[in-house]
């Protein structure tokens, strides 16, 4: 994510919020920690298939057999949820030339398990609230690139490749698996059926 940092730390002269993520959280039971407000990107080739990276490591990663996903992220502040798409596609794979084909009706959610609970997101959630988009891939591959994202981000996979949609749930952790699921449902009717 990009800031105007000539402003310091005011924006139009109000003092910018700081992240909700930036600071520990305290001590909290579970049941009563948020869901991080979060998007999640389907991104399909001219001929039907999606794009998946291999995360390049993070307290999500729980084995190399589960490393795959499709790019995700925060939504920040008030946000809107598509545009928080377009940037977090961009921020991880430099990509820009998409179309919007759809999305999720309902959002989805899931819960970390207790192991990761008060270690991912600096232990302010107990999981993701998700609203999922699909969008058309009109670039060349050469226009993706994971090793290197644009602004300077940290990337997020260390490598990509584009896999059949109905696969995703069989590479993604086990936690996310129920989402993925519900994603490749929705989304099933813009894949040909050689691709399903």
């Known amino acids: 994510m990009s800031h105007d940092h000539k402003h310091g730390d005011h924006e139009h002269g109000k003092k910018r919020e700081k992240k909700h993520h930036d600071t520990p959280a305290k001590a909290v039971p579970v049941d009563e920690l948020p869901y991080r407000p979060c998007v999640g990107i389907v991104l399909l080739s001219a001929d039907g ?49 998409v179309s919007l084909l759809a999305e999720t009706p309902d959002w989805v959610r899931y819960d970390l398990p207790p192991e990761l609970v008060g270690k991912a997101w600096k232990g302010r959630y107990r999981g993701q609230i998700q609203k999922w988009f699909a969008f058309r891939f009109e670039g060349p591959d050469s226009e993706i690139d994971v090793l ?13 490749r584009w896999e059949r949609l109905a696969r995703l749930p069989d590479l993604v952790v086990p936690f996310k698996r129920a989402v993925y699921e519900k ?14």
């Open 49 to 97: 298939l999606v794009f998946v990276g291999r995360r390049a490591g993070g307290e999500e990663q729980v084995d190399s057999a589960h490393a795959w996903q499709m790019p995700q992220g925060g939504i920040d502040g008030e946000e809107d949820p598509l545009e928080a798409a377009k940037r977090e596609l961009y921020e991880e794979t430099g990509v820009r030339s």
């Open 148 to 160: 290197k994202p644009p602004g300077g981000h940290k990337a997020e996979f260390a490598e990509w």
């Open 183 to 196: 994603v490749v449902a929705a989304f099933a009717p813009l894949v040909p059926a050689a691709h399903d």
